[in-house]
């Protein structure tokens, strides 16, 4: 992939970016390519262990489920002084065996504590960090906050049922991004808000459903699409979910 093309076509030139949860992944896919690329980047990487910086990289922990810890985040943002460009949030659960975390095939199968876990991380973190990072952008004319999302969130597209709890939380996630857009463009037009399903990539979040997938990405298969989905996006997008070719997904 050739970012810098993409990135002088679309004349989008984010300086600061913000990846969270990206310590490995779809993230961490992401943060290689935009290192590798011509563009004076600076890099910042969320997630919930300690890791060390590097030249191009800066991290941070963060909890992302819980508020406190973003309370924390932005006393450390404030400090710096930092605005950000493009947000990304890479943050998501599909399963947890350890602790009983797996999507349901019949709602016989429904499982409160799954539910829960579910809506906080996939739901709620998107939540928080519209919240409180819709405040640390800069003033650029086209700023951008993606959040990972993914089909199966889609009400009108459900013609087959199943995982229910993990279904629920992404309709919810695409819910708080819709609704925050709508808010926001009211006093920054320059925003935009989206969801974007990265289609079934070959991490551990997806490693015990890949057997069923037509078609699996690898991390940085998804990480390319993804990024010229980004790239693309105008300031009348916002509001939208989109797959990983820049189609829209309904709600």
């Given at each position: 992939?050739?970012?810098?093309?993409?990135?002088?076509?679309?004349?989008?030139?984010?300086?600061?970016?913000?990846?969270?949860?990206?310590?490995?992944?779809?993230?961490?896919?992401?943060?290689?390519?935009?290192?590798?690329?011509?563009?004076?980047?600076?890099?910042?990487?969320?997630?919930?262990?300690?890791?060390?910086?590097?030249?191009?990289?800066?991290?941070?922990?963060?909890?992302?489920?819980?508020?406190?810890?973003?309370?924390?985040?932005?006393?450390?943002?404030?400090?710096?002084?930092?605005?950000?460009?493009?947000?990304?949030?890479?943050?998501?659960?599909?399963?947890?065996?350890?602790?009983?975390?797996?999507?349901?095939?019949?709602?016989?199968?429904?499982?409160?504590?799954?539910?829960?876990?579910?809506?906080?991380?996939?739901?709620?973190?998107?939540?928080?960090?519209?919240?409180?990072?819709?405040?640390?952008?800069?003033?650029?004319?086209?700023?951008?906050?993606?959040?990972?999302?993914?089909?199966?969130?889609?009400?009108?597209?459900?013609?087959?049922?199943?995982?229910?709890?993990?279904r629920a939380s992404k309709a919810a996630q695409h819910m708080i991004?819709?609704?925050?857009?709508?808010?926001?463009?009211?006093?920054?037009?320059?925003?935009?808000?989206?969801?974007?399903?990265?289609?079934?990539?070959?991490?551990?979040?997806?490693?015990?459903?890949?057997?069923?997938?037509?078609?699996?990405?690898?991390?940085?298969?998804?990480?390319?699409?993804?990024?010229?989905?980004?790239?693309?996006?105008?300031?009348?997008?916002?509001?939208?979910?989109?797959?990983?070719?820049?189609?829209?997904?309904?709600?």
């Amino acid at each position: 992939m050739n970012l810098d093309k993409i990135i002088e076509k679309t004349n989008f030139y984010p300086k600061n970016i913000l990846l969270l949860g990206a310590a490995d992944g779809i993230g961490q896919a992401i943060s290689k390519i935009l290192i590798n690329s011509n563009a004076n980047l600076k890099i910042y990487i969320t997630s919930r262990g300690k890791n060390h910086n590097t030249s191009r990289i800066k991290y941070y922990q963060l909890e992302a489920t819980e508020e406190s810890d973003w309370l924390k985040f932005i006393k450390i943002l404030d400090k710096e002084k930092i605005k950000f460009d493009l947000i990304i949030n890479t943050i998501g659960i599909l399963h947890d065996e350890e602790n009983k975390i797996i999507p349901e095939k019949s709602i016989k199968n429904f499982n409160a504590n799954s539910f829960i876990q579910n809506i906080k991380v996939n739901t709620l973190v998107t939540a928080l960090c519209i919240k409180y990072m819709t405040d640390y952008f800069s003033k650029n004319n086209k700023v951008i906050l993606a959040s990972l999302t993914a089909r199966l969130g889609s009400i009108s597209d459900n013609n087959i049922g199943g995982w229910i709890s993990y279904r629920a939380s992404k309709a919810a996630q695409h819910m708080i991004i819709k609704t925050a857009s709508i808010e926001i463009k009211r006093t920054n037009n320059n925003m935009i808000i989206v969801g974007l399903h990265p289609g079934t990539v070959e991490t551990k979040l997806s490693k015990p459903y890949l057997k069923s997938a037509s078609k699996i990405f690898d991390t940085n298969e998804s990480a390319e699409k993804l990024l010229k989905v980004i790239y693309n996006l105008s300031n009348t997008d916002t509001g939208n979910i989109y797959d990983y070719s820049g189609r829209i997904i309904p709600y």
